[in-house]
C-alpha cells in the first residue's frame, strides 16, 4: 500500500520561504509522475507543480501552474523516494492545505482525476 507523509507546512510572512516534502513508502516511485496541488477553503482542488523522468537522458521534466512559476520549485530525491516543493515570495493567496499526489507513468497532468495515491495535507499559511 501507498502511502505519502507530507511535512514542512506553517505560518509564514508574506514574502518568506517554506519547504514542504512528501516521503512516500510501499512503492518506488522514481518512474512515477509526483505532484503537489493545493486547496483554500471554499475551493476546489487545484493543480500546482508535476515533477516526472520522460526517459534516462532527459532527466527530470518540471511543470507549474502559471500562478506559481518563477517562485516555487520542485523536485525530488528518488533515493530518498521524497519529493519536495520550495515556496519563495509567498503570497496570502498560497494559503491553503498543500497536497502531495503520484501517477503510475508519466505526463504533465493536472487534472486532480489524473493521480492515482494521495497523501493528507500539510497547511500552509501566509499573512499579510
Known amino acids: 500500500q501507498v502511502q505519502l507523509v507530507e511535512s514542512g507546512g506553517g505560518l509564514v510572512q508574506a514574502g518568506g520561504s517554506l519547504r514542504l516534502s512528501c516521503a512516500a513508502s510501499g512503492r518506488t516511485f522514481s518512474r512515477d509522475t509526483m505532484a503537489w496541488f493545493r486547496q483554500a477553503p471554499g475551493e476546489d482542488r487545484e493543480f500546482v507543480a508535476s515533477?516526472?523522468?520522460?526517459?534516462?537522458?532527459?532527466?527530470?521534466?518540471?511543470y507549474y501552474a502559471g500562478s506559481v512559476k518563477g517562485r516555487f520549485t520542485i523536485s525530488r530525491d528518488n533515493n530518498k523516494n521524497t519529493v519536495y516543493l520550495q515556496m519563495n515570495s509567498l503570497k496570502p493567496e498560497d494559503t491553503a492545505v498543500y497536497y502531495c499526489?503520484?501517477?503510475?507513468?508519466?505526463?504533465?497532468?493536472?487534472?486532480?482525476?489524473?493521480?492515482?495515491?494521495w497523501g493528507q495535507g500539510t497547511q500552509v499559511t501566509v499573512s499579510s
Open positions: 499526489a503520484g501517477r503510475v507513468g508519466t505526463g504533465q497532468l493536472v487534472g486532480v482525476d489524473d493521480y492515482n495515491y
Open positions: 515533477i516526472n523522468s520522460i526517459s534516462w537522458w532527459s532527466g527530470d521534466v518540471t
